[in-house]
C-alpha cells in the first residue's frame, strides 16, 4: 500500500487533489471487505450450526495463539503478492484507486504484517451473525481508508529529500504497527483461551 501513495504527492508533496482517490479507494476497500465478510458468514453459519460457543471459543483462542506463534518467527500466513503497480498506468487513476481499495479490502488477498485480520476473521466466523459479517467487515474497509487517508497526509508533510525514497518512513510505521498486532493478537487469543476454560 506504501508505493500507491506516491502519485498522489509527486513533486512539492503537496496533497492535490487527494480527497477523490481515497474516496474511490474507500469505496473499493468497502466493497472488497462486504464480499469476504459474505464469504465469513456463510463459513460462520456452518461453524456456529456444528459447535457451541465454547467450542468455538477454545478453537479461536488456541487458533490465535498458535498465530501467534508463526507470527513471532516473522512468518504470517499469507499471499506473498501486493496489490499491482501497474493499475495507475494501465487502467487509469480512477480505476486504479478503486481496484487497489478493493484489493486490500478483500484482506486475503495480498501480504499479511501480522495474523491479527486471520483472528478477527475467525472471531467474526464464530461469534457474528452470519447476516452481520459482512457489515462487521466492512469496518475493516473504512479503518483501511482512514489508514491510507492518514498516510496520504503524512506523506505529504514528509520532509524526505525528493532523491531519497518516501516510502522509508512508512515502512517503520508498517514495523511499529506489526508490532503492536502481534501484541494484540497475543492478548486477544489469550484473552478468549482463558474466558472458554473458565466458563
Not at 20 to 38: C, Q, R
Not at 76 to 84: A, D, F, H, I, Y
Not at 108 to 134: E, Q
Amino acid at each position: 500500500m506504501i508505493g500507491v501513495i506516491g502519485p498522489l504527492v509527486k513533486g512539492k508533496r503537496e496533497l492535490r487533489g487527494s480527497v477523490a482517490p481515497v474516496a474511490l479507494f474507500g469505496v473499493g476497500a468497502v466493497a472488497g471487505a462486504i464480499v469476504t465478510g459474505s464469504l465469513i458468514g456463510v463459513l460462520g453459519a456452518v461453524a456456529q450450526s456444528l459447535a457451541g460457543e465454547r467450542t468455538l471459543a477454545l478453537v479461536v483462542g488456541a487458533t490465535g495463539c498458535a498465530l501467534l506463534l508463526v507470527d513471532l518467527r516473522l512468518r504470517t500466513p499469507s499471499l506473498q503478492r501486493q496489490t499491482c503497480s501497474t493499475w495507475y498506468r494501465d487502467r487509469g487513476a480512477r480505476r486504479a484507486w478503486a481496484l487497489w481499495g478493493f484489493d486490500l479490502g478483500l484482506g486475503f488477498s495480498t501480504i499479511r504484517l501480522s495474523s491479527l485480520y486471520w483472528l478477527t476473521a475467525l472471531v467474526v466466523a464464530a461469534f457474528v451473525s452470519p447476516f452481520l459479517a459482512p457489515l462487521v467487515l466492512a469496518f475493516y474497509g473504512l479503518g483501511l481508508t482512514a489508514a491510507f487517508a492518514a498516510a496520504v497526509v503524512a506523506q505529504s508533510r514528509s520532509t524526505t529529500p525528493e532523491h531519497g525514497s518516501p516510502g522509508i518512513g512508512l515502512l517503520r510505521a508498517a514495523g511499529q504497527v506489526r508490532l503492536v498486532s502481534v501484541a494484540f493478537l497475543g492478548v486477544v487469543s489469550l484473552v478468549i483461551v482463558s474466558s472458554a476454560a473458565w466458563s
